[in-house]
C-alpha cells in the first residue's frame, strides 16, 4: 500500500537537530572567513577563487539552507543528505602557495587543518545518518531532479548554439530574436539550480549563479556589439562548459552513493541505466573570433529497484 503524501512529506521534511544547524553555521561561517584570510597576489584572483569554489559554494548552499528554515520552510531531508554526502569536496580546496601572499600561506594551511577538514569529515558523518532516512522514492525523486536538469541544460546549449548563430549573422529583428533565446537560456538555468543547486555540496547552485551574472553581463553589450560582446559571449559559454560538466560529474557522483545506499536499506539497485553522448564543443567564429560553444545530447536514465529485504 503507497505511504500516504503528507506521512512522506513529514518523513522527507521533518525538523533537523542541533548538529545539523551547527554543521551548516559552521558552513556559512568558514566560507566568509576564507575571504579573510586567503590573501592572492594581483593577478592571481580568479585562480585563487576557483581553487577556493567547494568552499565558497558549500557556505552559499549552508546559507541557503539556513535562511529556508528561518523563513519557516522546513529541510528536504534527500537534498541535505545529498548536500552533505558531498562534502569531501571540501577536502579537494587546494592552493597553489606561488597564487599567495608570503604572509598568508601559513595562515591558509592552519586554517585548512582546523577548520575545513573538520568541516568534511563532520560532513560525511551527517550524511551516514540522514541516509538511513532514505528509501527508493527518494532515491528515484531525486534522480528524477537530475533527468530533468539534464534537459535543461540540453536547452541551454542549444540556447548557446542559436545565440551564436544570431550573433554571427545578419536580418530584421536581431536583437528581440537574441533577447528571446537568451530568456530561454535564464529560464532552463534557473530550473536547474532549483532542482539541483544543492549538489556536489553546492557547486551546481554556485556555478548556476555565475552563469546567470555572465549571461547579464552578456546582455549588456548585444547593442553595443564589438570586442566586449565577444568576451562576454566567450566568458558566458565557458560557465555553461563547466556547469554541464558538474552536472554530469552530480550524476555519477549520486549513482554511486545511492548505491551503497541501495544495499545497506535493502533496495538493491537491478538496473541503472545512463544514456549519455557526452558533452562536446563546437567552435563559431564572431566578429573574426573562434569561440567554443559546449554541446550536451540529449540524456536518458532509468534506475531500477529490487525486492526489499524481509
Not at 532515491?139 to 548554439?161: I, N, P, T, Y
Request: with cysteine.
Amino acid at each position: 500500500m503507497a505511504e500516504p503524501a503528507d506521512k512522506k512529506e513529514n518523513k522527507k521534511e521533518k525538523e533537523p537537530d542541533a548538529k545539523i544547524i551547527d554543521w551548516l553555521t559552521s558552513l556559512k561561517e568558514i566560507s566568509e572567513r576564507m575571504s579573510t584570510i586567503v590573501k592572492p597576489l594581483p593577478g592571481y584572483e580568479n585562480l585563487v577563487n576557483e581553487a577556493v569554489l567547494p568552499l565558497s559554494s558549500a557556505g552559499s548552499q549552508a546559507s541557503q539552507f539556513l535562511s529556508n528554515l528561518k523563513a519557516g520552510i522546513p529541510f528536504n531531508r534527500t537534498e541535505l543528505w545529498d548536500f552533505a554526502s558531498g562534502s569531501n569536496t571540501l577536502r579537494q580546496v587546494s592552493i597553489d602557495p606561488s597564487y599567495l601572499k608570503r604572509e598568508g600561506i601559513a595562515n591558509y594551511r592552519r586554517f585548512f587543518e582546523s577548520a575545513i577538514t573538520p568541516a568534511a569529515t563532520e560532513g560525511k558523518e551527517i550524511a551516514l545518518n540522514l541516509g538511513h532516512d532514505i528509501d527508493a522514492d527518494d532515491a528515484s525523486e531525486e534522480m528524477q531532479d537530475f533527468h530533468e536538469s539534464l534537459g535543461a541544460a540540453q536547452f541551454v546549449a542549444v540556447g548557446l548554439e542559436e545565440t551564436a548563430k544570431e550573433v554571427a549573422g545578419k536580418g530584421k529583428n536581431l536583437l528581440s530574436r537574441i533577447e528571446a533565446w537568451l530568456g530561454s537560456i535564464s529560464e532552463n538555468i534557473r530550473r536547474i539550480k532549483d532542482r539541483i543547486g544543492h549538489t556536489l555540496t553546492g557547486t551546481v547552485g554556485k556555478i548556476a549563479d555565475e552563469v546567470i551574472g555572465a549571461l547579464n553581463e552578456f546582455t549588456s553589450t548585444v547593442k553595443g556589439a564589438g570586442a566586449a560582446m565577444v568576451s562576454a559571449f566567450s566568458k558566458l559559454c565557458r560557465l555553461v562548459g563547466n556547469l554541464l560538466l558538474r552536472i554530469l560529474s552530480g550524476i555519477f557522483d549520486f549513482i554511486r552513493r545511492i548505491q551503497g545506499i541501495a544495499r545497506d536499506k535493502g533496495f538493491p539497485l537491478t538496473d541503472v541505466t545512463l544514456e549519455l553522448e557526452g558533452a562536446g564543443v563546437d567552435v563559431t567564429v564572431i566578429a573574426g573570433f573562434p569561440i567554443p560553444i559546449p554541446k550536451l545530447k540529449p540524456p536518458k536514465i532509468t534506475m531500477k529497484f529490487g525486492a526489499t529485504k524481509s
